[in-house]
C-alpha cells in the first residue's frame, strides 16, 4: 500500500476540467507518472503525478477539497 | 439611496483599500471571509466580519447566496465587489439589487453589454471605437471556434467572454494548437467565472497595452486619463504607469474622447476602464475590452490625477453626482505601479503561499503601500498571488524610477518569495527605464534571462 502526497498546498481536483470525467477512478490501475489530479494553488493548477504504480484502493481527498503539502491524496494498492 | 453600512464582497489588498475609502466615509465596514481569510488584515480592520463558507471560491467569495445571506445577518445596505470574483456577474448585480441592496458599480444590463467581452466589442463598433478583428461574439462550440480563427488568421487570441485578469486567455499560433487551447481556457474561464463561454481575436503581436479610466453617475461620464500595463507575464499586468509614455497630446485627446463616448452611451456607473491595444508604429489604438469594476491598478491613475477613484465610486453609489467635471482632471507628474505577488521569479514565477516572518513597508514621500500583509501572517494557498501594490508618484517619470528604486530598497518580505526581486531587476533595465517596450516584451527578456543564466 503507498500513498500519493500532495505536493503542494492548495484545492485538489480530480478532473480536468469541471464537465470532464476523472483522471482516476477506484479501481482503476496506475502507472508511475500517471496524472492523478490537479492541485490549485494561487489560480496555477499543477499535475499530480503517481510516483507509486498498483490499483487506486481510494481517494483520501475529496473533489475540490483544500489540501497541505505532503497531505494523502490517494492510496494505491 | 444614502447608505451607511457597507459589505465588501471580496478579499485581499482591495478589500482593505475599500473599507479605507468607506470608513473616510463614515460608513461602517461589514467585511465577509472565507475559513481561510479568519487572520486577514481585512477581517482585523473591518468594522464587523462574518464568515461565508470554505476555502474554495466557488463555495464562499463566488457564492451569492451566501453573501447575500451575509448581507442580510449584518443589516448591509451596499455591497462593493471589488475585483475579480463577482465584480462583473450582471446575476450577482441583479440579486443584489432585487434584494432591495445597492451594487456599488453599474446596473446589471450595463455589465451584461460591457462586462461580456464579445458584447462589449459589439457596442463599441456601434460608438465607433475601433476594434481589433475577431470573432462576432462569443464561439457555441470548437467546430465554431475553428471556423472563427481560419477566418481572423493565425495567431489567434482565445479569450473568455466573462473573462478578466489574464485568467482563461490563449495564444494559439496555428490550427494544430486550438482545440487543446481551447479546451484548456474554456475550464480556466469556467473555474474563474463560473462561465465557460469564450471568444476569439487576432493576435497583434508588437502592441502597447493602455486603457482609459471613466467615472460615471448614470447620467454624465468622464475620464480620469489612462494608464500603460504594456509590462505582462501570461497576460498579467506586473508593472503599470500612467500617463501612458508613447502618446502624443492629439493621440491622448482623441483616446480619452472615445472612451467617454462609449461610456456615455451606456449611461455608465460607477468607475470602469477600457483597455485599448495601442500600435506605437502606426499611432493606431484598437478597443479591446471593458471592465466594469475598479480595477487592480487604480493607484497609479490616483497618483498621477489625485481623483480617488474608490471613493467616488461609493458616493455615485449613494446617488450623488460626480464629484468633479472633466475641466477639473488634471494629470501632474508620474506614477508607477510594482505588483508585489507571492511568486520566486528565481523559479519560474512558482507560488509560495506560506508564513510570513519578517514584514516592512514603504514609505515616505510619493510611495504609497496598498496590502494584504502583516507580520506574522499566513498567505493562504487558495486565492491570487498578489499580497501588495508598491505605487510610487513623482513630477518626471524619471524621477518616479528613482523613487521605485529606493521604496523597494525598503521593502521587507521574509519567509515568503515575491516578485520584489524582479522589480529591482526592471527599474534598473535601459528598455524599462527609456519606455521601450511591449505587450510581449517582458516574457522575451524573461526567456533571454533564463538563457543567459543557463549558459
Known amino acids: 500500500m503507498a500513498q500519493i502526497l500532495s505536493p503542494l498546498p492548495g484545492t485538489f481536483y480530480r478532473?480536468?476540467?469541471?464537465?470532464?470525467?476523472?483522471?482516476?477512478?477506484e479501481g482503476d490501475s496506475v502507472a508511475v507518472g500517471d496524472v492523478i489530479g490537479l492541485i490549485e494553488v494561487m489560480k496555477n493548477f499543477v499535475e499530480v503525478h503517481a510516483d507509486a504504480a498498483g490499483k487506486v484502493a481510494k481517494f483520501i481527498a475529496d473533489n475540490e477539497e483544500p489540501v497541505m503539502a505532503g497531505q494523502p491524496l490517494v492510496e494505491v494498492s | 439611496m444614502a447608505f451607511s453600512r457597507l459589505l465588501i464582497a471580496n478579499r485581499g489588498e482591495i478589500a482593505v483599500r475599500i473599507q479605507r475609502a468607506a470608513r473616510e466615509l463614515g460608513m461602517t465596514t461589514i467585511q465577509v471571509y472565507s475559513a481561510a481569510d479568519e487572520d486577514s488584515l481585512a477581517v482585523k480592520m473591518a468594522d464587523k466580519a462574518i464568515n461565508?463558507?470554505?476555502?474554495?471560491?466557488?463555495?464562499?467569495?463566488?457564492?451569492?447566496?451566501?453573501?447575500?445571506?451575509?448581507?442580510?445577518?449584518?443589516?448591509?445596505?451596499?455591497?462593493?465587489?471589488?475585483?475579480?470574483?463577482?465584480?462583473?456577474?450582471?446575476?450577482?448585480?441583479?440579486?443584489?439589487?432585487?434584494?432591495?441592496?445597492?451594487?456599488?458599480?453599474?446596473?446589471?444590463?450595463?455589465?451584461?453589454?460591457?462586462?461580456?467581452k464579445a458584447a462589449a466589442r459589439a457596442a463599441a463598433e456601434k460608438a465607433g471605437v475601433p476594434v481589433v478583428p475577431g470573432s462576432a461574439g462569443r464561439v457555441a462550440d470548437f467546430a465554431q471556434a475553428r471556423a472563427a480563427a481560419a477566418e481572423i488568421g493565425y495567431p489567434v487570441m482565445i479569450k473568455a467572454s466573462a473573462g478578466g485578469g489574464g485568467r482563461g486567455i490563449r495564444v494559439v499560433e496555428s490550427a494544430e494548437g486550438l482545440e487543446a487551447a481551447f479546451d484548456q481556457a474554456g475550464a480556466e474561464a469556467k473555474a474563474a467565472f463560473g462561465d465557460s463561454g469564450l471568444y476569439l481575436e487576432k493576435f497583434i503581436a508588437r502592441a502597447r497595452h493602455v486603457e482609459v479610466q471613466v467615472l460615471g453617475d448614470g447620467r454624465d461620464a468622464i475620464h480620469c486619463y489612462e494608464r500603460e500595463c504594456?509590462?505582462?507575464?501570461?497576460?498579467?499586468?506586473?508593472?503599470?504607469?500612467?500617463?501612458?509614455?508613447?502618446?502624443?497630446?492629439?493621440?491622448?485627446?482623441?483616446?480619452?474622447?472615445?472612451?467617454?463616448?462609449?461610456?456615455?452611451?451606456?449611461?455608465?456607473?460607477?468607475a470602469g476602464t477600457l483597455e485599448f491595444l495601442y500600435d506605437d508604429a502606426t499611432e493606431r489604438f484598437y478597443f479591446i475590452e471593458m471592465n466594469t469594476r475598479i480595477q487592480v491598478e487604480h493607484p497609479v491613475t490616483e497618483m498621477a490625477t489625485g481623483v480617488d477613484l474608490v471613493r467616488e465610486m461609493l458616493r455615485v453609489a449613494a446617488g450623488a453626482p460626480l464629484a468633479y467635471t472633466q475641466s477639473a482632471i488634471r494629470l501632474r507628474g508620474h506614477a508607477i505601479e510594482a505588483r508585489i505577488n507571492a511568486e520566486d521569479p528565481a523559479q519560474n514565477f512558482r507560488p509560495s503561499p506560506g508564513t510570513v516572518s519578517d514584514y516592512r513597508a514603504p514609505g515616505g514621500a510619493g510611495t504609497r503601500f496598498d496590502t494584504l500583509l502583516y507580520q506574522g501572517y499566513q498567505v493562504p494557498p487558495f486565492y491570487d498571488s498578489l499580497i501588495g501594490k508598491l505605487i510610487v508618484w513623482d513630477e518626471t517619470r524619471e524621477a518616479a524610477l528613482a523613487r521605485m528604486r529606493r521604496a523597494l530598497t525598503e521593502l521587507i518580505v521574509e519567509g515568503i518569495a515575491t516578485t520584489a526581486p524582479l522589480h529591482q531587476e526592471l527599474v534598473e533595465d535601459e528598455a524599462v527605464r527609456a519606455g521601450a517596450f511591449h505587450t510581449r516584451w517582458l516574457e522575451d527578456w524573461l526567456s533571454s534571462r533564463q538563457r543567459r543564466a543557463a549558459s
Not at chain 2, 59 to 79: D, P, Q
Not at chain 2, 82 to 103: I, K, P, Q, R
Open chain 2, 230 to 270: 504594456s509590462l505582462q507575464r501570461r497576460r498579467q499586468k506586473v508593472w503599470e504607469e500612467a500617463p501612458a509614455l508613447a502618446l502624443k497630446p492629439n493621440v491622448r485627446e482623441a483616446l480619452c474622447a472615445c472612451a467617454v463616448r462609449l461610456a456615455k452611451s451606456v449611461a455608465y456607473r460607477g
Open chain 2, 52 to 116: 461565508i463558507g470554505p476555502p474554495h471560491a466557488a463555495k464562499s467569495y463566488l457564492n451569492i447566496a451566501a453573501i447575500l445571506e451575509a448581507a442580510e445577518t449584518t443589516g448591509a445596505e451596499a455591497i462593493h465587489p471589488g475585483y475579480g470574483f463577482l465584480s462583473e456577474n450582471a446575476d450577482f448585480a441583479e440579486a443584489v439589487e432585487a434584494a432591495g441592496l445597492v451594487f456599488v458599480g453599474p446596473t446589471a444590463s450595463t455589465i451584461r453589454t460591457m462586462g461580456d
Open chain 1, 15 to 25: 478532473k480536468p476540467a469541471p464537465d470532464k470525467p476523472p483522471f482516476k477512478s
